[in-house]
Structure formats: C-alpha cells, structure tokens
C-alpha cells in the first residue's frame, strides 16, 4: 500500500541527464517525505537525496550535490529527481520510497519496490 513507482531510467551518456519520476495511485505524495536511494551492483542502498512532506525542504548527500534536483508537482501527484552531469559512478538502480523522515539515515516506511534502471557509458 506504500509502494510508489519510479520511472525515467535508461542509457546515458556521460555528462547528459535524465528526470526520473516517483509516482503513487492510492497515495497522496505531499503528506509524506519520499526518500530517494540507489544500489550500485555489489553494494547497499545509498540515500542520496529527500523531499519533505507538506512543503518541507529537500536535502542531498554529498556525491550528487549540485547534480540532482528534487521537486514536486502537486497537481499530478509526482515527486521528479532531475539528474545532471552525470557520471558512470551514478550507474545503479534507483528507488523512491516514503521514509519516516529525512532527517538523519532517512528511515524508510515504504518498500523498496523495483526502482529502475540508470546507467552511464560511453
């Protein structure tokens, strides 16, 4: 019931970006803070950034800071993570998830669901 759907990934090139977007059916996404992480093959998952809920700032850990974008469309029930510049570092599977918090490890609420797909190569 607090699964919510991300799209938007695909095949980039260094340096171009992608929008993904956090989407829910049964939801409504500005009463809750939404988490997003990323999981590297191999490795666990990261936060890299968070939306608060119900006009709540947003926040962005250090490796994406100044790349990533987060934003909300209230009107279409939609959470976008605009990404620029990327870098093949970026590569993994991304999540949007509601969290308990954005405050510190940003405790997650939701389930990971699927995420989908980034990856950077020349």
């Known amino acids: 019931q607090l699964e919510l759907v991300v799209s938007g990934g695909g095949l980039v090139r260094p340096g171009e970006s992608l929008r993904l977007t956090c989407a829910a059916s049964?939801?409504?996404?500005?009463?809750?803070?939404i988490g997003w992480f990323r999981q590297a093959p191999g490795k666990e998952h990261e936060g890299i950034s968070c939306?608060?809920?119900?006009?709540?700032?947003?926040s962005y850990a250090d490796p994406v800071k100044g790349r990533v974008t987060l934003s909300r469309d209230s009107a279409k029930n939609t959470v976008y993570l605009q990404m620029n510049n990327l870098e093949p570092k970026d590569t993994a599977v991304y999540y949007c998830?509601?969290?308990?918090?954005?405050?510190?490890?940003?405790?997650?609420?939701?389930?990971w669901g699927q995420g989908t797909q980034v990856t950077v190569s020349s």
């Open positions: 998830v509601i969290v308990w918090s954005c405050l510190g490890p940003m405790p997650r609420r939701g389930p």
């Open positions: 049964r939801l409504t996404l500005d009463n809750y803070p």
């Open positions: 939306i608060g809920n119900n006009g709540g700032s947003d």
